[in-house]
């Protein structure tokens, strides 16, 4: 088996981990989450999200999370922008990336974005054009695409299909996600491979849920088959508000822990990460839902190779 030296790691803390809380927490926490995963070395910090305030009343302060953040060279701090109207707000705040988001389930799309999938898609496709004008990457998401709290079993066709429409527009940094967290590694084949195979420009990275304790399997079984990009959220925070029952996603540092223990680099500093996802999780009043945070003891020196 052979596995990459690197793996790119897509901190979603500060969306996705924050997004589902239902109080809301102080703009300058949010700043602060921010700066701190990019000092724990970072590189991709998903900052926000430009959505309709009434729908996530969470990150209504989005224009005030991305202006104020202090940005570190090498960092990247991308937003989620489900329209045009979220993207002119998102690249007057600042951002260099964003994210446009669809699923691979037509119910789940409805509830989340309140467009069918062929409308997402053309609500892309002005920001993508608009973005390469303006030299502003572009990330796809597509979720729901192992299950959808509405429909059950999605078949991979179904996501393979959203993602070629993805990569007509032009987008090639796809994440495929496990929303509600039912995958189990044995499945993660029969989505991921014929990606893979498909077309070798895509570059793909698994969103996990760990809603039944599955998301480090999935992650390994991800790399076995060659994907070398990740998102996760620091204390395993996480959740999306339109779908039910979804909790938090691969706590970032469990997955760090794996990666640094078999050698490969993610450029994170293992011990202040565990420190930020103490932080965090204590600023929320929770428990940190990952495990490796929980930890009380290092049988060895926490970025030691195996
Ligand atoms: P819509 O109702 O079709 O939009 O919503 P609309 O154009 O009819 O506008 C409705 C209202 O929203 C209007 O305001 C607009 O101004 C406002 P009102 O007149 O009622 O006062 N509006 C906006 N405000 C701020 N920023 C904007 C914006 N656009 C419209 N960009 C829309 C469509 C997509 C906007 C809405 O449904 C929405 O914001 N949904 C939020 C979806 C969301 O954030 N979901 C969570 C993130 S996705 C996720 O978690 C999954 C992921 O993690 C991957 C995975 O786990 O699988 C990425
Ligand atoms: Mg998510």
Same mark, same amino acid.
């Given at each position: ?11 979603? !803390? ?10 809301? /927490?102080?703009?300058?926490?949010? *700043?602060?989450? *921010?700066?701190?995963?990019? $000092?724990?070395?970072?590189?991709? *910090? ?8 009434? +729908? ?8 005030? &999370? ?12 991308? /937003? ?27 119910? %789940? ?40 709290? %509405? ?7 179904? #996501? ?11 987008? /090639? ?10 995958? #189990? ?35 390994? +079984? ?7 990009? %990740? ?7 996480? $959740?999306?508000? %339109? ?23 993610? !450029? &994170?500093?293992?011990?202040?990460? #565990? ?6 999780? !204590?600023?929320?009043?929770?428990? #940190? ?18």
């Amino acid at each position: 088996m052979s596995l990459p030296g690197e793996v790119r790691i897509v901190e979603v !803390g500060p969306r996705d981990g924050l997004q589902n809380e239902a109080t809301l /927490v102080p703009t300058a926490t949010k *700043v602060a989450l *921010v700066e701190r995963l990019a $000092g724990a070395g970072l590189r991709t *910090v998903e900052a926000t999200s430009f959505v309709n305030p009434k +729908a996530v009343p969470q990150m209504a302060d989005a224009t005030e &999370v991305l202006s104020t953040i202090e940005r570190r060279d090498g960092v990247t701090y991308p /937003v989620l922008t489900p329209n045009m109207r979220g993207y002119d707000a998102a690249v007057a705040a600042g951002a260099t990336s964003v994210s446009v988001f669809t699923a691979a389930s037509e119910s %789940f799309a409805q509830r989340n974005i309140k467009a069918s999938i062929a409308e997402s898609i053309q609500r892309f496709a002005p920001i993508v054009e608009q973005a390469e004008r303006d030299g502003v990457h572009v990330r796809g998401y597509v979720s729901t695409a192992w299950g959808c709290p %509405f429909e059950g079993p999605i078949a991979p066709s179904a #996501v393979h299909h959203v993602v070629d429409q993805l990569a007509d527009l032009g987008i /090639v940094d796809i994440s495929i996600g496990d929303t509600i967290g039912v995958a #189990v590694p044995g499945e993660m084949a029969a989505v991921m491979q014929p990606l893979l195979d498909h077309d070798a420009d895509l570059e793909l990275a698994l969103h996990l849920h760990d809603t039944r304790g599955t998301a480090l399997a999935n992650a390994w +079984a991800g790399l076995e088959l060659g994907i070398t990009a %990740f998102d996760a959220s620091v204390g395993g925070l996480g $959740g999306c508000p %339109f779908a039910p029952g979804a909790t938090g996603n691969l706590a970032t540092e469990d997955l760090v822990w794996m990666l640094h223990r078999h050698g490969i680099e993610t !450029g &994170v500093d293992l011990d202040q990460l #565990v420190e930020v996802a103490r932080w965090i999780t !204590g600023e929320l009043d929770q428990h #940190v839902r990952g495990h490796v945070a929980g930890a009380r003891i290092w049988p060895w020196a926490a970025d030691a190779r195996a």
